[in-house]
Every structure is written in structure tokens, then in C-alpha cells.
């Protein structure tokens, strides 16, 4: 069955340093893979997808993931988190079926 | 492409109203999606249509809940009679293909005194 892991509820980060938010997924067959992002009162916003190809993708807002199939993984990064950052976070995987999403990450920024 | 529609954008209500949520999805998507936000139990898929068919309605919470979708622009979620435990945020999401990227709307965010 298809699931999604979020290990971190909630991460606090200073802005400036980098960041790396986990998302592990069980799935049959080749996934697709998503980030998405949802700022305080907003709907959820599409950050990155992995399809198929180069293992590393990037996205949008300076942010980027990369698929480790041999660890069932697929990890956002920010080399330098900005104030506006802050908000939560859902890794989401899909493919032939409908679409499942983690319970989310909150993210944080000290100043 | 205007993206998904959802009116109205903010509902008060008081418990054993009707409700009646409504959504236009991006034209041309196929695939329709209603969610529900809270707190307590995160992101939850209520039901989603395929073709204005309903394909897999097994997370909507009872039998007060229904959705439909009349034409391929066009869904509605209505709560009848509503209580105080279905205050949430209700979002619409559509898609060309099932298991690919969704475009969210801005949500209706439900409060029912």
C-alpha cells in the first residue's frame, strides 16, 4: 500500500542556515514524488516533482530533493533559509493511483 | 488559466444549517479533489471524481456529507445538517491524471458555532 512518512512535525531552523526536510514513502511501482508547500491561510502550493531522470530535482524558491530509490526517500534542501520560509511542508506520492500526502512538516526560521 | 475556484472563501454558520461549498476546477483536468484540513487530523481526501464520475468517496465521514459534480466545470460539497465538528478548511484540487501534480484552490475555511 502506498504511504508517506514525515518523521519531523515541526523543525526550527535560523535563517541563513540550510535546511533538509525527510520524507520517506512506501510504493509497488515507480513513484512520483512531490513537495509541496502551504504558507499560513493558503492553499498547497507545488514546489518540485520527481517523475522519471536525473535523481536530483529543483524547484521552485530555491528549493530542491533528491530521490534515493535504495532508501525510499525523497528529501528537500535549502542551502540558505530565508524568513519567509516559514510554513509547512507535505511530501505527497503518486502515480498510477490517486496521490497520498504525508501529515506534514512545520517549519520555523529563528531570526 | 484562472486555477481552481472555491467560493465562498470563509462560511460561518450555526449547527443543523445547510451548507454548500462550490468549486471550478482548471479546465481541461480531468480529476477533481475535495479535502479537508484540521488540526487534529491533518490533510484527509473526502472524494474525488474522474470524468464527473465519483471514483473513491470512502473518506467522506457520513452520510451527512455529499459531493457532486453536475459537469466537468462545476462540484459542490454539501454538509447536511452541519455541526460544530466539521469546522475546518475544506480545499478543491484538480489534475489531468490521477496520480500526477494537483493545483489546489485557495480553500473555504468552515465554521459551524
Known amino acids: 500500500a502506498q504511504s508517506v512518512t514525515q518523521p519531523d512535525i515541526h523543525i526550527t531552523v535560523s535563517e541563513g542556515a540550510s535546511l533538509e526536510l525527510r520524507c520517506n514513502y512506501s510504493y509497488g511501482a515507480t513513484p512520483y514524488l512531490f513537495w509541496y508547500v502551504q504558507s499560513p491561510g493558503q492553499g498547497l502550493q507545488l514546489l518540485l516533482k520527481y517523475f522519471s531522470g536525473d535523481t536530483l530535482v529543483q524547484g521552485i524558491k530555491g528549493f530542491e530533493a533528491e530521490f534515493k530509490r535504495s532508501q525510499s526517500s525523497f528529501n528537500l534542501r535549502k542551502p540558505s533559509v530565508h524568513w519567509s520560509d516559514a510554513a509547512e511542508y507535505f511530501c505527497?506520492?503518486?502515480?498510477?493511483?490517486?496521490?497520498?500526502f504525508g501529515s506534514g512538516t512545520r517549519l520555523s526560521i529563528r531570526p | 488559466d484562472a486555477g481552481v475556484i472555491q467560493s465562498p472563501r470563509h462560511e460561518v454558520t450555526e449547527m443543523g444549517q445547510e451548507v454548500t461549498l462550490r468549486c471550478k476546477p482548471i479546465s481541461g483536468h480531468d480529476y477533481l479533489f475535495w479535502y479537508r484540513q484540521t488540526m487534529m487530523r491533518g490533510l484527509e481526501l473526502l472524494i474525488y471524481?474522474?470524468?464527473?464520475?465519483?471514483?473513491?468517496d470512502s473518506g467522506m465521514p457520513e452520510d451527512r456529507f455529499s459531493a457532486k459534480m453536475p459537469n466537468a466545470s462545476f462540484s459542490t460539497l454539501k454538509i447536511q445538517p452541519s455541526e460544530p465538528r466539521d469546522s475546518a478548511v475544506y480545499f478543491c484540487?484538480?489534475?489531468?491524471?490521477?496520480?500526477?501534480?494537483?493545483?489546489f484552490g485557495p480553500g473555504t475555511r468552515l465554521t459551524v458555532l
Open positions: 484540487a484538480s489534475s489531468l491524471v490521477v496520480g500526477n501534480e494537483q493545483f
Open positions: 471524481f474522474n470524468n464527473n464520475v465519483p471514483i473513491d
Open positions: 505527497a506520492v503518486g502515480g498510477a493511483s490517486k496521490i497520498i
